[in-house]
């Protein structure tokens, strides 16, 4: 019994891991890319600001 619940545990934590990883993963994908875009155009901006 106490097998089964411990087995049960560590296949729970397991999934919890894969989970958080494959979050973590799209939340790369999906944080990264628009900071990135809103960056260059602050940059752009900047430049013609910047520019007489």
Request: hydrophobic residues 45%; positive net charge.
């Given at each position: 019994?106490?097998?089964?619940?411990?087995?049960?545990?560590?296949?729970?934590?397991?999934?919890?891991?894969?989970?958080?990883?494959?979050?973590?993963k799209?939340a790369?994908?999906?944080?990264?890319?628009?900071?990135?875009?809103?960056f260059?155009?602050?940059?752009?901006?900047?430049?013609?600001?910047?520019?007489?």
């Open positions: 019994m106490l097998l089964i619940i411990e087995t049960k545990r560590r296949f729970g934590t397991l999934l919890a891991f894969e989970i958080i990883r494959k979050k973590k799209y790369q994908h999906k944080v990264i890319k628009p900071p990135a875009l809103w260059i155009k602050l940059l752009q901006f900047s430049k013609n600001v910047v520019r007489p």
